[in-house]
């Protein structure tokens, strides 16, 4: 059979059922071969919308996306989205043409040396130089995507490679060697950290996106009620511990609540379950939790250690090793300081009461927090929520109460405007029986709106809600708070009519200009299952996201107002 042949046989081995690409020269004889095999494919607009689109199905499946482009522009247009996956850790399988391996170094017309540039953010990439390279590969590319730390992996397949002639045979085995990542943690730091966890008197969990990725979300629930820790999370965690659970702390971090924050400072043990030490949670590092010993507890040995000193590491898969901890917990003892954690819980909760996320509300304008709650209100909590980059992703994470792992879909290393609705198309594909939210911008939906004809081509009844204040509203909030207020060049006040756009692309236009249109927009637009909803909110011009912690300051100097 043909190396296309090979290569979609190799997905379905794989369990691949669907891809999102974008045809073109280099790589029309595998759309040829596809025409045939029973493997859904999804036609965004742009390449971008393919790769982000592929994370949204990733991130609410918890299997590899894959995403298909021809070479050169093609390639080139995925980069953004492959260094997102690279950054969130999400495990993607992206597959390009290029141009005939004679021609390869040729400046052929639209070749570019897609392996060289995304070097930095793929966790491996192969350019198949023969046919009967390409089943390996494939397996490979799997493997690697999904296992230890979770990351994109590029497959580039020349053109006279997808055509040559070889025999299907695939691997059922796979030795790496150098690539074997570490899934249980040593028993003596298990148990050195359930002894010194015993000690303390002011234990914290913080909790990442990892938990989310590593699906140990009710490893870590177990845990938690077994210890009493109260637990916070970063940004990219929430969802990994529900909301309403009593240990649940909050968000920590720039934009995250006081009493998180607080608890850091004066926590005096932090166990770090999946989480890197972002600069956005921990704010500067020399600063981070002045009081606390550390152990860290992660699958990728190069994240341990790397930001914020630690004391205890353990390297392994969270799911694991939580599994590990909840094996050795006769070694916890959890009522040895019960005064002290008592009063730790309440001041804790003294410190929720005394800065809770909040707002001033209006019944004169409309409040982006408003428009948050009653999204989190109609869908009862429920809804997947994917976000754009900007101040609505900040107020979907303080005013949207996330319960469950696969519920929040965000650019969280990144920060890449855009992302939200191709990854709305994703996740819906992946999960069509949900409701599925894209809190976005108006800066950040013009830079991928091409993606609602896909939406309206599969349709799919994604819901797009633009708080829309006719600013890029996180660039302008820092120059109000740390330029000055010299706004340049953030304002857009030249957008288009949203409704009448939404229309033109077959979707559903609505808008809302005053806080009572906004029940009634958000109750006709649930009505809609077939097809998108795109709700224009005007939201009050210069809102900002409260609290703030100042760029290069400790958790220690939040900014209420």
Not at 367 to 391: C, H, L, R
């Amino acid at each position: 059979m043909t190396g296309s042949d090979i290569l979609l046989k190799s997905l379905q081995q794989e369990g691949v059922d669907v891809v999102f690409g974008y045809p073109g020269g280099q790589i029309i004889g595998t759309y040829d071969r596809l025409y045939d095999y029973d493997i859904k494919h999804v036609l965004p607009r742009h390449e971008q919308g393919a790769v982000h689109a592929a994370e949204g199905y990733a991130r609410v499946t918890g299997k590899p996306g894959v995403c298909i482009a021809t070479s050169g522009p093609g390639a080139t247009n995925l980069v953004t989205g492959i260094a997102d996956a690279y950054m969130d850790s999400i495990p993607l399988v992206i597959i390009t043409g290029q141009v005939a391996s004679h021609l390869i170094g040729s400046d052929a017309f639209q070749e570019a040396d897609i392996v060289g540039i995304t070097r930095p953010i793929v966790k491996h990439s192969y350019l198949i130089k023969d046919v009967k390279d390409i089943a390996p590969a494939v397996k490979e590319a799997f493997h690697i995507a999904k296992s230890g730390r979770p990351g994109p992996v590029l497959i580039d397949m020349p053109k006279d490679i997808q055509a040559a002639k070889g025999s299907f045979d695939y691997p059922t085995t796979i030795d790496l060697q150098g690539y074997q990542p570490s899934y249980e943690g040593h028993p003596m730091q298990i148990k050195k950290v359930l002894h010194a966890l015993s000690e303390a008197k002011r234990p914290l969990m913080l909790v990442g996106g990892g938990v989310r990725l590593g699906n140990a979300s009710q490893e870590l629930l177990k845990f938690a009620e077994a210890t009493g820790i109260p637990v916070s999370m970063t940004f990219m965690g929430q969802g990994a511990f529900p909301s309403g659970n009593p240990l649940y702390v909050g968000w920590m971090g720039m934009h995250g609540n006081y009493a998180s924050n607080q608890a850091s400072i004066n926590a005096d043990y932090i166990l770090a379950i999946g989480t890197r030490f972002s600069d956005r949670t921990t704010g500067n590092f020399g600063m981070f939790a002045p009081n606390a010993t550390i152990a860290q507890i992660d699958v990728d040995p190069t994240s341990i250690g790397k930001n914020i000193a630690v004391k205890t590491p353990i390297v392994g898969d969270v799911k694991s090793v939580l599994g590990q901890f909840l094996k050795y917990i006769k070694e916890y003892k959890r009522d040895k300081h019960a005064e002290d954690r008592a009063k730790w819980l309440a001041d804790i909760a003294k410190w929720d009461k005394e800065h809770p996320f909040s707002y001033e509300n209006s019944n004169k304008v409309i409040k982006p927090q408003y428009v948050i709650e009653s999204i989190y209100n109609i869908t009862k909590g429920d809804a997947v929520i994917t976000t754009e980059v900007g101040q609505h992703q900040f107020f979907a994470g303080q005013f949207y109460k996330f319960k469950r792992p696969e519920q929040f879909i965000s650019s969280g290393g990144l920060g890449t405007m855009g992302f939200g609705l191709p990854a709305a198309v994703g996740a819906k594909i992946g999960a069509p029986d949900r409701d599925v939210f894209d809190i976005s911008g108006d800066g950040s939906f013009m830079m991928n709106v091409q993606e609602l004809a896909t939406a309206v081509q599969y349709r799919l009844g994604i819901k797009v809600a633009i708080l829309n204040n006719q600013f890029l509203g996180m660039v302008r909030q820092w120059q109000q708070l740390f330029f000055d207020k010299r706004y340049s060049y953030t304002c857009m006040e030249v957008q288009p009519d949203f409704v009448k756009l939404a229309e033109a692309f077959g979707c559903v236009g609505l808008r809302a200009e005053t806080p009572a249109e906004v029940m009634p927009v958000l109750i006709e637009a649930m009505k809609v299952k077939d097809r998108p909803v795109v709700m224009d909110f005007r939201c009050v011009r210069e809102e900002n996201v409260f609290p703030i912690v100042p760029p290069g300051m400790g958790l220690d100097k939040m900014i209420f107002k």
